[in-house]
């Protein structure tokens, strides 16, 4: 029985979607195909009609999930960014938030497809942000796109690592509040 192309392409975002989800809870290697296509309703076969290996489909877990469309931040300015960011909601969203502060420590690992994805989003990213951060010239708001936004990455890593509520919680709020200083 043939598929159609609506029906494929349903069935890879339900894939790209629940390994996004699940490599972000879990960490690449946590989760097999196995578990990757049962979350997303499918038999496993389904998995091998999209993707060549375990590898190729972490390259496409990056492009979909931060692909502008993927990714619910790309349209805002860093302050409003910042405030979402560094709060309580997405800290205890790990399924569902940054793949950066979720997966970037393996992604230094990844195939050079995986990076170049990688890169590609981390470069318009920081384009994005330097529209809206503060300062004088191109350069100096450059420099602030990078500086906070790689500051809220590692705050939400530490954040998440430490098993001290009231920590875990300062480490947000300090950090958000350092942008203002």
Same mark, same amino acid.
Request: one cysteine or more.
């Given at each position: 029985?043939?598929?159609?192309?609506?029906?494929?392409?349903?069935?890879?975002?339900?894939?790209?979607?629940?390994?996004?989800?699940?490599?972000?809870?879990?960490?690449?290697?946590?989760?097999?195909?196995?578990?990757?296509?049962?979350?997303?309703?499918?038999?496993?076969?389904?998995? #091998?009609?999209?993707?060549?290996?375990?590898?190729?489909?972490?390259?496409?877990?990056?492009?979909?999930?931060?692909?502008?469309?993927?990714?619910? %931040?790309?349209?805002?300015?860093?302050?409003?960014?910042?405030?979402? #960011?560094?709060?309580?909601?997405?800290?205890?969203?790990?399924? %569902? %938030?940054?793949?950066?502060?979720?997966?970037?420590?393996?992604?230094?690992?990844?195939?050079?497809?995986?990076?170049?994805?990688?890169?590609?989003?981390?470069?318009?990213?920081?384009?994005?942000?330097?529209?809206?951060?503060?300062?004088?010239?191109?350069?100096?708001?450059?420099?602030?796109?990078?500086?906070?936004?790689?500051?809220?990455?590692?705050?939400?890593?530490?954040?998440?690592?430490?098993?001290?509520?009231?920590?875990?919680?300062?480490?947000?709020?300090?950090?958000?509040?350092?942008?203002?200083?």
């Amino acid at each position: 029985m043939k598929i159609s192309r609506d029906r494929l392409a349903d069935n890879k975002r339900r894939i790209l979607d629940a390994a996004a989800g699940l490599m972000r809870e879990r960490g690449c290697d946590g989760v097999s195909v196995s578990d990757i296509t049962k979350a997303a309703g499918l038999t496993h076969g389904a998995f #091998y009609n999209h993707f060549e290996s375990k590898d190729d489909l972490v390259a496409n877990v990056f492009a979909h999930v931060l692909s502008p469309e993927g990714s619910p %931040g790309a349209k805002l300015d860093l302050d409003t960014f910042a405030q979402r #960011y560094l709060s309580l909601e997405h800290r205890d969203d790990q399924a %569902g %938030g940054c793949i950066f502060s979720a997966l970037g420590c393996e992604a230094a690992r990844a195939s050079p497809a995986t990076r170049a994805v990688i890169t590609k989003a981390v470069k318009a990213q920081i384009e994005r942000f330097s529209l809206t951060a503060p300062g004088d010239t191109v350069e100096e708001r450059r420099r602030i796109a990078i500086t906070h936004w790689a500051a809220m990455i590692g705050a939400m890593v530490l954040a998440r690592a430490v098993d001290d509520d009231a920590l875990s919680e300062e480490l947000l709020s300090e950090t958000l509040a350092a942008f203002d200083a």
